[in-house]
């Protein structure tokens, strides 16, 4: 199974986070939503020149391709696998091209716009969920954090999700095993 599958566990199956994984989880949803911050700050000049791009906008660019397809799939429950980072590579390299067709320069207004606007929504969703989950205690993957908060509200479960990359599982299994943790 790849890290971009999409396997839904019942309700209670993963630890919930304690103080250093809801930590963790607020401090990545600061992050990215700084990101978001510079990103929405640069809105009206994305262009150094005529014929470059901000090299902010390029910060996020393959961050966002190798997150998109979780954002996505865990997110919203869909079973795309890589689908959503190859969809994007494509949406990008086809404007890219375009731009380079119409102008003879691969740096365009256009292409930068699309990213800009890509990278907004990547990055906000990421850090929203990030911040909604160190708050609630979502367990497993933030992606889940607005289901969770949906369950919360209306007092249906929801199913989790495993963090399919980085550190939060570890540390949420570490802190689930220490006997000061109150499960």
């Excluded at 839904?8 to 600061?30: A, S």
């Excluded at 990215?32 to 005529?50: A, F, H, K, P």
């Excluded at 997110?75 to 994007?88: D, E, H, L, M, T």
Aim: charged share 15%.
């Amino acid at each position: 199974m790849a890290a971009t599958d999409l396997k839904l566990e019942e309700c209670g199956t993963l630890p919930k986070p304690g103080p250093l994984g809801r930590l963790v989880r607020l401090l990545f949803g600061i992050l990215c939503l700084y990101y978001v911050y510079d990103l929405w700050s640069v809105r009206d000049d994305l262009m150094i020149n005529e014929k470059a791009i901000r090299p902010l906008l390029w910060n996020g660019l393959i961050v966002g391709l190798l997150l998109v397809s979780y954002v996505i799939n865990i997110g919203f429950s869909r079973p795309w696998k890589k689908w959503p980072a190859i969809v994007s590579a494509m949406l990008l390299a086809g404007v890219a091209l375009l731009g380079y067709v119409r102008t003879g320069q691969l740096e365009t207004p256009l292409l930068a716009h699309v990213v800009h606007v890509w990278e907004l929504y990547i990055f906000s969703h990421l850090g929203l969920a990030f911040a909604v989950a160190a708050l609630i205690r979502t367990p497993g993957c933030e992606m889940r954090a607005l289901h969770h908060l949906y369950s919360v509200i209306i007092g249906r479960p929801t199913k989790e999700h495993r963090c399919p990359i980085g550190p939060l599982n570890q540390i949420d299994n570490w802190e689930d095993q220490q006997p000061w943790m109150s499960r």
